[in-house]
């Protein structure tokens, strides 16, 4: 008989994590009175903070009216004006939206759209998709196949389909070669994309799948300029379907809406979910182009799959006052202000730190990389597990953040990341920097001696 007080099967076996009982704006309670800056917003899920008082009142009035009708039967309201307010105005070319409870079911959906599609056009021989090492696409066994953390992988590996391969990923601090340009680095990514086409079978690639800027895996990479404008060339060469997956990097987190806006194109289809909802509610959607849903519906006639927590209306009603306090907030503008400030804030603060390798991001989602020697960019021993000791280190002294470890294969490798909500204050933003720096400093002079 187990002794231990929780029944919950919580990340951890061996111990049981403090309860939050409340939160407010950037902050987390926890039971034993502490105040947490919620810097990271989890994983990058609490763009609008905590207990926001317009999407509290939007989830109240759709719980009195429907909390839940069954999409074989029912559409609602709230996921008629959730889609509308998505791809009413189509960007580039996105037309539909497809609602689940979260980004691994967002990219499995994706995934078997992009086949189903393919199925209908009379080329089932496209069965293969080519992602990236160091990537992450979800937890589920589909979602797990196309990502590129290894280290996640490996548990499960004699499970995950051979459907899928993986290419170098545009990570120019690890991957670029002395003295190579970025534009030579480019051309080198793509000639390698280019070759595994041709290695597969150009004509049975279904989609090159990618998140413009890598999240969890290997913290806020974001690609040199015209790599993602390279592989949408290569894609549509071969009449493959580009899938991005802003699941962590979307909706808002970069300083746009869709991070592809920075890159100069635009998906075939995509994934979103966490700032999507902002943690109000499990909800992440599938964006599709009218071209492909337009042959599926001249074809069979349906989608093939299905959950049945499809665009549920307490959570499409959530995602929605999300979406009009981000708007009428003016909250874009915000994020690429305050974004401006924390690239300042972490470059004055680590950027001649001896430690701290790579400072790199995009809007409000950013991460340090840790390493022994800058000049070498060797990494620190895994055994330290030096990222969850600055976790744990920050949050002994009041700030969630993210870091990660096996950032440059999955063995290798530490960094940090910081994702704050959109409604972070200039003054919040030095707390994060000086907390976070107080940490990393004590735990490597503990590590150091």
Request: charged fraction near 20%; hydrophobic fraction near 40%; proline fraction near 4%.
């Amino acid at each position: 008989m187990s002794t231990r007080t929780s029944r919950v099967l919580h990340r951890s076996l061996r111990e049981t994590p403090p309860k939050a009982i409340g939160g407010e704006g950037v902050y987390l309670f926890a039971e034993d009175g502490r105040r947490i800056i919620d810097a990271s917003g989890g994983a990058a899920v609490s763009c609008l903070g905590h207990q926001h008082p317009r999407v509290i009142a939007a989830m109240a009035k759709q719980a009195s009216t429907l909390a839940y009708a069954h999409t074989a039967f029912f559409s609602s309201e709230p996921a008629e004006a959730l889609a509308e307010r998505l791809v009413g105005h189509e960007p580039g070319g996105l037309a539909y939206a497809y609602f689940v409870s979260g980004g691994s079911a967002a990219i499995e959906a994706s995934i078997k759209l992009a086949r189903q599609y393919f199925i209908e056009r009379g080329e089932p021989q496209r069965q293969h998709f080519i992602a990236r090492r160091q990537s992450y696409h979800g937890n589920t066994l589909g979602a797990l196949a196309a990502g590129g953390n290894a280290w996640r992988r490996a548990p499960y590996a004699p499970l995950l389909s051979t459907a899928f391969s993986h290419v170098t990923p545009a990570f120019a601090y690890h991957e670029k070669r002395e003295g190579e340009s970025d534009a030579q680095f480019v051309a080198r990514l793509a000639a390698e994309l280019e070759a595994e086409f041709q290695r597969l079978g150009p004509d049975t690639v279904a989609a090159f799948l990618a998140e413009p800027v890598v999240g969890a895996t290997a913290g806020a990479v974001t690609a040199p300029d015209g790599y993602f404008k390279a592989v949408r060339e290569i894609c549509d060469r071969h009449g493959a379907l580009l899938i991005l997956d802003e699941v962590m990097c979307g909706m808002g987190r970069t300083g746009t809406t869709h991070a592809w806006e920075q890159e100069g194109v635009a998906p075939d289809i995509q994934a979103i979910a966490k700032g999507l909802g902002g943690g109000y509610q499990p909800i992440g959607a599938m964006l599709a182009s009218g071209k492909i849903i337009d042959t599926i519906r001249a074809g069979s006639g349906a989608f093939q799959h299905g959950h049945t927590y499809l665009a549920h209306p307490l959570a499409c009603a959530a995602a929605l006052a999300v979406q009009d306090v981000i708007r009428e907030d003016g909250l874009l503008d915000q994020v690429r202000e305050r974004g401006r400030q924390l690239e300042q804030r972490l470059t004055e603060r680590f950027g001649n730190h001896r430690h701290v390798g790579d400072i790199r991001g995009r809007g409000l989602f950013w991460a340090i990389e840790l390493v022994v020697d800058r000049a070498t960019r060797a990494s620190f021993d895994p055994a330290l597990k030096l990222h969850q000791k600055i976790k744990a280190e920050a949050f002994a002294g009041g700030l969630g953040c993210y870091p990660g470890g096996g950032t440059v294969d999955g063995v290798r490798g530490d960094h940090v990341l910081l994702a704050p909500p959109y409604i972070t204050s200039a003054d919040e933003i030095d707390q994060i920097v000086d907390k976070l720096g107080t940490a990393v400093d004590n735990v490597l002079r503990s590590v150091n001696h």
